[in-house]
């Protein structure tokens, strides 16, 4: 029985010592092919075109979680693994409704790398392994509906509910109801904590 080809795999630029270590990781796995390492985020569609990738890692600290949607939509083929520095569960469960297959902290074991490669691209989503603070049961954040989603990018652009509101063909007060669940599910408290900049 033939094995069968192995997953193609691009990488976004990140630091030198995360680019080398990835690509050194990667390659120690025969079931696993980089097809582009190193590719700049402007450049990310264009690249994902050419290469057409069953999974991308791509680096949250050169991108604006809009543009996951963006390419999610753009290329649906295309697995999104975003690497951040210590994601909480509202930044992951932003990400994914955003269109990301798995979320992981940069301080991941590098097995764990491997396997979340091999999840999404068999179409599964992963997140990273939380770590509740009292000792008690871990939980996962709540996922943003699609239409959450939606007004998430609104907010996030400085939209008001009205302008939100005409943009998505809705009522001002389903934009107030998407708000507070979305803050709630996100953990936060203000449209000023969603804007502020993330590390």
Excluded at 40 to 47: C, I, R, T
Excluded at 51 to 76: F, K, M
Excluded at 109 to 127: K, T, Y
């Amino acid at each position: 029985m033939d094995a069968p080809p192995p997953v193609t795999v691009m990488l976004a630029r990140f630091e030198d010592l995360i680019s080398v270590g990835l690509q050194s990781l990667i390659g120690t796995d025969p079931s696993l092919r980089i097809v582009a390492c190193d590719v700049e985020a402007e450049h990310l569609d264009g690249a994902i075109a050419e290469h057409e990738p069953q999974v991308t890692i791509v680096n949250l600290g050169t991108l604006r979680a809009g543009e996951i949607r963006r390419l999610h939509g753009a290329h649906p083929a295309t697995r999104i693994v975003v690497l951040a520095y210590h994601p909480t569960p509202g930044e992951c469960s932003q990400l994914l409704a955003l269109g990301a297959s798995a979320c992981l902290g940069r301080e991941i074991e590098g097995r764990d790398v491997l396997n979340a490669i091999h999840l999404v691209s068999r179409g599964l989503h992963v997140l990273p392994h939380a770590r509740p603070a009292n000792g008690g049961a871990a939980s996962l954040p709540d996922i943003l509906t699609p239409r959450e989603a939606d007004v998430l990018e609104q907010l996030q652009l400085g939209h008001s509910n009205g302008a939100i509101a005409v943009a998505l063909s809705v009522s001002v007060e389903t934009v107030r109801t998407h708000a507070r669940s979305i803050f709630r599910k996100l953990g936060v408290r203000s449209r000023r904590e969603l804007l502020s900049p993330r590390h």
